[in-house]
Nanobody
């Protein structure tokens, strides 16, 4: 059974930082690209960032470019999202995502990805 378990969220003031973690099981983690997706209250899901299977290439949505850094440790089956200079508009539930179906990789489009579980809540507020 595929499992993705996110952690590391919390309440932070604008300008603050957080590091999210996602530990995967049930599949060969190192064979797959991974991504982070977020969903703000009352809005649809938004692709945030992706990283290739080896960790050598990373991609970001314009809204987070220059502030967020995605990384992975294939020895720990874990993908991270380090978030700096957080803004109130970053408030959302954050999910890590695996390529959909039989894909090993994905693009910036949500249709390429699947995510489930509870995610981790990030709230940016004074």
């Amino acid at each position: 059974e595929v499992q993705l378990v996110e952690s590391g969220g919390g309440l932070v003031q604008p300008g603050g930082s957080l590091r999210l973690s996602c530990t995967a099981s049930g599949f060969i983690f190192g064979n797959y690209d991974m991504a982070w997706v977020r969903q703000a209250p009352g809005k649809g899901p938004e692709w945030v960032s992706g990283i290739n299977s080896a960790g050598g290439s990373a991609y970001y949505a314009d809204a987070v470019k220059g502030r967020f850094t995605i990384s992975r440790d294939n020895t720990k089956n874990t993908v991270y999202l380090h978030m700096d200079n957080l803004k109130p508009e970053d408030t959302a539930v954050y999910f890590c995502a695996k390529p959909n179906g039989d894909r090993l990789s994905g693009s910036v489009y949500l249709v390429d990805w699947q995510w489930w579980g509870q995610g981790t809540q990030v709230t940016v507020s004074t």
